[in-house]
């Protein structure tokens, strides 16, 4: 079990990387979580990367990891949207 979540995270780096054009030295993280919020699915999918100039961006696929797919990530042209404020993102959501 653990060797496929391992996979559908190394599956879900690749994707990101292609998707938003991110080079070797960029980070990319990805993490299953648990939610206990209302309205949450019970389990769901972060996705955060850092840019060559250590921008950082995250976003949510209300999925568990092993359930996203490449059509989940959203689309290169909304990559400024992704990005987290100076100090964080200002919400308690994310």
Known sequence: M??????????????????????????????????????????HTVVSFWDAERAHYHFKVFKPLAAVTEEDLPPAWYRAALAVPEGGPGCTCC
């Open 2 to 43: 653990a060797s496929n979540r391992l996979n559908a995270a190394l599956q879900v780096k690749s994707w990101t990387r292609a998707r938003f054009a991110l080079g070797a030295s960029a980070t990319v993280f990805v993490s299953e979580v648990e939610s206990a919020v209302p309205g949450f699915p019970p389990l």
